[in-house]
């Protein structure tokens, strides 16, 4: 799994229920793919989040190309794309 894309996929699916784009029903696919990337997260010895599987800057290329590209840790377009995922997903809950 690459975290950034899939945090930006269910930010962008849980807005879209909470402006009504989408039926509230989409919202178990937004919680499925936030709990994905909970699931990779992992912590320093002091404790701070590390935010893992980041695929780097994708150029153009076939899908072998993407797959092979390289992942990396807490990179800012990642660690943007977690945040506002966690700030959707915190919406979504409060809103239950």
Do not use: P
Request: charged fraction near 20%; aromatic fraction near 12%.
């Amino acid at each position: 799994m690459e975290s950034s894309c899939t945090a930006l996929y269910v930010h962008a699916i849980a807005k879209a229920v909470r402006f009504g784009y989408l039926d509230e029903s989409y919202l178990q696919y937004a919680w499925k793919g936030y709990q994905g990337v909970i699931d990779t997260l992992k912590f320093d010895e002091n404790g701070r989040v590390i935010i893992g599987q980041i695929c780097i800057g994708t150029g153009i290329g076939d899908y072998a190309h993407y797959i092979a590209r390289l992942t990396s840790e807490n990179d800012l377009h990642g660690a943007s794309a977690f945040i506002l995922m966690c700030t959707e997903m915190n919406l979504a809950k409060q809103a239950d």
